[in-house]
């Protein structure tokens, strides 16, 4: 996004169109190679793996299996209309949650934005009138600025996620500055620019975090339930928010899990691979729940998901484990689940979720697909597939060290998602407790 506005930015400095073009050439030209040096070897691995280089983002493009055919996955965070367009700072300002999911005020992008509509018509007023600039800014100056204005115009129309404008809220204490130095008289400008940079900041506190765990000698601890055959079982994940990944390394590596309806844009090729995992495995299977929250509300929405899928599970049976990230608990329920009867309805014979919002759920129906149809059995596990391989989010993809799994997308075998072998005597599987019912106390 930062390279293609500087890019554009490049051909309005104030120079020879031959001079101009030739900037914007070669910036593009050592971009490309600073990515294909730096990242090649990552998006090529991606590609062979999933037929996308950037999987799953623009795979309206590339059109990879795995993944519905979408553009932007998550577009949730996008202004609708041109009226939100045009208000969009004034907006998120108010009502910081449209573009971040915690609240955060910053009082420099209304700011900002009324300086940069005055500073245009400024020049436009300027350009119909022939009138000579009286203050004219210096060429790094109206180059900063360019490029503010055509990356802040990329970004609202393209994602719309407050931390994708890292880059510019730096910037924006100078571009305000640099604004009101051309709108005003020097010394006016940088009195008015510094009290408006002195007010942005003082909003901003006390100031709002992700959050921070206390410090332990392990980052992560977790206790984990019995499991008599991990690698026979396969649970699954229903929600993405909050995520439940961070838990998965601490499981046994034979134990498969497959993430549903978690905001990922699952395609009936991912269907069908969660369903062929799950004939290849005799059981027995769950699902791993968030236990901080209302069970009235987790409970119905996982019964949902799953039920998508032919799957059940019956709340009673779920047990509390004890969970932490550093001194914070985080506690997880662990649920056995009936897997769908063969004959009747296989996983995936239901639409999986299309694209992502925000809040994790399904958004529109753009991209959508239904899985095999209802009262056919599961299909056979792919060929060259192990019952190790994974689907999904849960495990991470293999070092390039271990073996490769295999591909079948657009004539390349299909991926599993591998993670080594089963835990030896030298890695023995932690010892479970749990308790049912209400969370285990920290």
């Known amino acids: 996004m930062y390279a293609l506005a500087l890019c554009l930015a490049l051909l309005g400095v104030p120079a020879a169109w031959g001079l101009r ?3 914007a050439f070669v ?35 590339f059109k990879a299996p795995l993944a519905a055919t979408i553009g932007i996955g998550d577009t949730g965070w996008i202004p609708k209309g041109v009226g939100e367009k045009l208000l969009w700072p004034f907006i998120f300002t108010y009502h910081p949650k449209r573009v971040i999911e915690i609240e955060i005020t910053q009082l420099i992008w209304p700011m900002l934005y009324l300086a940069g509509v005055a500073l245009a018509l400024r020049l436009l007023r300027d350009a119909i009138v022939a009138a000579r600039p009286a203050a004219p800014l210096p ?3 109206g180059l900063v600025l360019l490029f503010f204005g055509i990356a802040y115009l990329i970004w609202l129309n393209l994602f719309g996620i407050y931390r994708y404008l890292v880059p510019l809220e730096l910037l924006a204490p100078l571009a305000l500055w640099l604004a009101a130095q051309r709108l005003m008289a020097p010394a006016l400008g940088r009195q008015v620019a510094g009290w408006a940079v002195l007010l942005a900041t003082v909003a901003t506190l006390p100031g ?9 000698r392990t980052v992560t601890t977790v206790d984990l339930p019995p499991l008599p055959a991990p690698a026979q079982s396969l649970a699954f994940t229903v929600h993405g928010d909050p995520p439940m990944s961070w838990l998965v390394p601490s499981f046994p590596p034979a134990l498969a899990f497959v993430a549903l309806g978690g905001g990922f844009p699952e395609s009936p090729a991912y269907a069908a691979r969660a369903a062929a995992m799950m004939a290849a495995r005799s059981g027995p299977f769950y699902v791993m729940l968030q236990a901080e929250g209302d069970n009235q509300k987790i409970w119905p929405a996982a019964q949902e998901v799953l039920g998508r899928y032919g799957i059940s599970f019956d709340p009673a049976d779920c047990v509390t484990y004890r969970a932490a990230v550093g001194r914070n608990p985080h506690p997880y329920q662990w649920c056995p689940v009936q897997p769908p009867r063969t004959g009747r309805t296989a996983p995936g014979s239901r639409p999986s979720s299309p694209a992502w919002r925000r809040d994790g759920s399904r958004a529109g ?10 009262g056919t059995p599961a299909p056979p596990a792919p060929a060259g597939t192990t019952p190790s391989d994974r689907p999904a989010c849960g495990r991470a993809a293999a070092p390039a060290a271990r ?29 479970p407790a749990g308790c049912r019912g209400a969370a285990c106390p920290a």
């Open 365 to 374: 129906t753009a991209g959508a697909a239904a899985g095999p149809a209802a």
């Open 139 to 141: 060429r790094p100056a």
């Open 21 to 23: 073009l030739r900037l």
């Open 208 to 216: 709002v975090s992700w959050g921070h765990a206390g410090w332990t």
């Open 27 to 61: 910036f593009g030209l050592g971009t490309l190679a600073g990515i294909g040096i730096s990242a090649g070897h990552w998006y090529w691995r991606m590609w062979q793996t999933y037929g996308n280089p950037l999987f799953p983002q623009f795979n309206n493009v």
């Open 403 to 431: 073996r490769r799994p295999s591909r079948a997308a657009r004539g390349r075998p299909v991926p599993g998602w591998w993670r080594g072998t089963a835990p030896t005597a030298a890695s023995p599987a932690r010892t």
